[in-house]
């Protein structure tokens, strides 16, 4: 079994930034958005405050050729205290449904803002978010979306974390020692957050605040390795190898 040491640390949010949910914007009722998991609500607003930052207003998104691409890990959890899991069969909503659906906290997003572009709930494990930002970046080399807001979040699950302790994914000194002899584990947190995507010439053209330029991406999976969680050094060198002839790069000039 896991010890006490490997699921007593971990970030979390305040109950004031999950439930600061701001509801009437969106059109949503107060009883819709009680039955909501709070990573739908954290995704809807914060993929709106990323638009709000690129110049965008709601009224500006109504009908835009613009992509949403969501990264969750491990569905959304045992979060919400509502619906059929607290309440019993009487007690649930409609709301239920929807509020708790993995493909429903993308579709929301582009339902609320009324977004016209491809729209994906993607769970890769710990690489969700990556995967979501290659797939909206080849989303808009193909000309599918003018541009795409890549959003990803994680609501700490009780079953999940010791289920990730026992075995033994989690650090017991609650930090991460990526890349490093010592790595002993990870330390399971919460958080959200998205970025607006354009094509380069786009976003140029049209005078936005450029924060980053997203020169390659690729995508692998590890294949046969030592278990179903455990990495492949080969897989992962090819895989860095294919992203730096993506990107017209050698790895001697990344930072």
């Known amino acids: 079994g896991a ?10 949010l305040s109950d004031d930034e999950i439930s600061s949910f701001r509801a009437p914007l969106f059109g949503i009722s107060d009883a819709e958005a009680k039955h909501m998991h709070p990573a739908q609500r954290l995704l809807l607003d914060v993929s709106y405050e990323a638009f709000e930052d690129a110049g965008y207003c709601k009224d500006m998104l109504r009908g835009q050729m613009a992509g949403v691409f969501v990264g969750v890990s491990g569905g959304l959890g045992d979060s919400v205290p ?4 607290a309440l019993g069969a009487d007690s649930a909503s409609v709301f239920d449904a929807t509020g708790n659906t ?14 016209n572009g491809p729209c994906a709930t993607i769970d890769t494990a710990c690489s969700s978010s990556l995967v979501a ?3 909206a970046r080849r989303s808009l080399q193909h000309g599918e979306c ?3 807001v890549v959003v990803s979040a994680n609501i700490l699950s009780s079953s999940l974390s010791v289920a990730c302790a026992v075995a033994g994914m989690t650090s017991p000194d609650g930090k991460c020692h990526t890349f490093d002899e010592s790595a002993n584990g990870y330390c399971r947190s919460e958080g959200c957050g998205a970025v607006i995507l354009k094509r380069m010439r786009d976003a140029v053209k049209d005078g936005d605040r450029i924060y ?4 390659g991406s690729a995508v692998m999976q590890d294949g046969k390795s030592a278990s179903l969680t455990a990495p492949n050094g080969q897989a992962q060198e090819l895989l860095l190898r294919r992203t730096l002839a993506d990107a017209g790069i050698a790895a001697v000039d990344v930072q």
């Open 3 to 12: 010890s006490l040491s490997q699921i007593r640390y971990g970030g979390v």
């Open 82 to 85: 509502s619906g059929l899991s």
């Open 102 to 115: 993995m493909s429903v906290a993308s579709g929301r997003i582009s339902y609320s803002l009324g977004l």
């Open 133 to 135: 930002l290659h797939q």
């Open 146 to 148: 003018e541009s795409a």
């Open 212 to 215: 980053a330029i997203l020169k």
